[in-house]
């Protein structure tokens, strides 16, 4: 089976040696749950400043999709470029559910490892078995709480920087997995719906040092078309902006420490989630609002395309 275009143009980025560069690298940016609340995707409420600037240096897709509205099954399909029905990881990984991909099953860092390439997953891994999706470098929800290493941008900016030290000599696949917008309020309810109050400084919350919160105004929303437009629902998408604004200012930190490490300029910077917002009618359907993703694509390349929009259709 041919391999879906992002999953062999990752490998190709990583492995083919040009001129150009001294070596080729690549960031991963996953987010949990994200749909297009940013201001990129013309949401002109909640505030997102670093994925805009972001953005407007990239190739930013309007018709991109993930193969699967869930979990741990987009998960597989990102790192493995097959669909859940031929990499086995056919439901969640994690609880009751406790799904695999086959063993037979070769993801993106096994192949970019045996090429040289030196592999790093931080954030929310979700995925197994643990001989398929194996990293060089893991600072995962097996090692740490998944809030810690998917929600605390702190601890993120500090896990990435530990990475980038031991990568100046190699080319790099680093996926950064960020847990943020993923509802936490049936697991954790007393962090809010969202864990928007997790680390924000409030008692007995504790504190995230880098995130500076920003809370929204739940009656003066303009709810996305596939909400109902309910106290509860309007109340629920606020909680969840003040996470993705977290979320981006982990963003900033990630990119600011890519800078300081001096490989801006010879890194692929892929921005894109595993599927639609936990919210009716999104994640879990095949509507557009759980199947439709954002995604662009930042090149080091100065004849890249930047600033701009393609409608080319494409999957992960």
């Known amino acids: 089976m041919a391999l ?37 995707y013309r949401n002109r409420i909640v505030q997102t400043p670093y994925l805009d600037a972001l953005a407007k240096q990239s190739l930013i897709f309007n018709n991109a999709y993930a193969s699967v509205s869930s979990c741990s ?22 609880g009751v559910h406790n799904f695999d991909a086959l063993g037979r099953v070769r993801s993106i860092s096994t192949i970019l ?6 592999t790093g997953l931080i954030g929310k891994k979700h995925v197994g078995p643990g001989e398929v999706f194996k990293f060089d470098y893991e600072r995962t929800e097996e090692q740490f709480s998944v809030n810690q290493v998917g929600r605390n941008i702190t601890n993120i900016k500090l896990f990435v920087r530990e990475f980038l030290k031991n ?11 960020f847990h943020d917008p993923h509802r936490c309020g049936h697991i954790t309810p007393q962090y809010g719906s969202f864990c928007e109050r997790w680390g924000s400084g409030e008692e007995g919350m504790g504190l995230i040092p880098d ?5 929204y105004v739940w009656d003066e929303l303009i709810l996305p078309y596939y909400v109902p ?16 604004s977290r979320l981006d200012q982990g963003i900033g930190l990630v990119l600011q420490e890519l800078k300081n490490a ?8 892929v921005y894109t989630s595993d599927n639609g917002p936990p919210l009716p009618a999104a994640r879990t359907n095949l509507y557009d609002p759980g199947m439709a993703e954002p995604m662009f694509i930042r090149s080091p390349d100065p004849k890249s395309r930047r600033n701009e929009v393609t409608y080319s259709m494409t999957s992960h």
């Not at 001096?262 to 910077?269: A, C, H, M, N, S």
Request: glycine share 8%; charged share 15%.
């Open 167 to 177: 990568a100046k000599d190699n080319p790099f696949f680093l996926m950064v997995s």
């Open 113 to 118: 490892g045996e090429a040289g390439v030196r």
């Open 211 to 215: 995130w500076h919160p920003i809370y």
């Open 262 to 269: 001096g490989l801006e300029q010879d890194t692929l910077v």
């Open 73 to 94: 099954p987009s998960r597989a399909s990102i790192l493995t470029g097959m669909p859940e029905h031929q990499n086995g990881m056919y439901g969640l990984h994690n």
């Open 4 to 40: 879906p275009w992002p999953f062999r143009a990752l490998i190709w980025f990583c492995t083919v040696v040009s001129v150009s560069f001294a070596h080729k690298n690549v960031l991963f940016l996953l987010a949990d749950d994200g749909g297009f609340e940013m201001g990129a």
């Open 229 to 244: 437009d309910t106290e509860p629902a309007r109340r629920d998408v606020a909680a969840q902006y003040t996470t993705i």
